[in-house]
T-cell receptor
């Protein structure tokens, strides 16, 4: 049973381009969480999704950022018109049901660098 | 405002001693609290979860305590080893199916 898979591991984008980050949850998990970690900062919650539903997007910037978790396929975090301040590590976690009150599994992250 | 604070950015401990890390929070009433380990360039790895009705939890050389009156959790690593060097994160439940993290404590175990 593979863990939470994120790809790509490293992504370089020029300012103004789009970044697409993918997260495949653990088998049998239907809930995905995205977090962002800036250098020397803690992990900040961005969005919580269930298949085909956004449950909580209170941590997502209002503009340029969107997330989806379709019925089939991975969850996608999309950042349009990237700026230097978007450079960070983006992590996702998955759970079988709502909440993370059991053992929680994180992916290895995607490190986005905006040049 | 709601806050989670971990006691120090970095902590140096001599090998073989017990390392104690602190996590304090304000304006939350979490049903559970978690501790994670994160190595450079890697994702957080879950270590332990402790619920509000539990005072203490152990796993091998790890021990976590949870004092809901003091709004504090202590994380202990006994007989510390250089391989325990990493950043340790505490995270707590916000009551709406997500967790939020402290900034972490970088632990260095000195040989």
């Amino acid at each position: 049973n593979a863990g939470v898979m994120q790809n790509p591991r490293h992504l370089v984008r020029r300012r103004g381009q789009e970044a697409r980050l993918r997260c495949s949850p653990m088998k049998g998990h239907s809930h995905v969480y995205w977090y962002r970690q800036l250098p020397e900062e803690g992990l900040k919650f961005m969005v919580y999704l269930q298949k085909e539903n956004i449950i909580d997007e209170s941590g997502m910037p209002k503009e340029r950022f969107s997330a989806e978790f379709p019925k089939e396929g991975p969850s996608i975090l999309r950042i349009q018109q990237v700026v230097r301040g978007d450079s960070a590590a983006y992590f996702c976690a998955s759970s079988p049901g709502g909440g993370l009150d059991t053992e929680a599994f994180f992916g290895q992250g995607t490190r986005l660098t905006v040049v | 405002s709601q806050k989670i604070e971990q006691n120090s950015e970095a902590l140096n401990i001599q090998e073989g001693k017990t390392a104690t890390l602190t996590c304090n929070y304000t304006n939350y009433s979490p049903a559970y609290l978690q501790w994670y380990r994160q190595d450079p360039g890697r994702g957080p790895v879950f270590l332990l979860l402790i619920r509000e009705n539990e005072k203490e939890k152990r796993k091998e050389r790890l021990k976590v305590t949870f004092d809901t009156t003091l709004k504090q959790s202590l994380f202990h690593i006994t007989a510390s080893q250089p391989a325990d060097s990493a950043t340790y994160l505490c995270a707590l439940d916000t009551g709406d199916d997500k967790i939020i993290f402290g900034k972490g404590t970088r632990l260095h175990i000195l040989p």
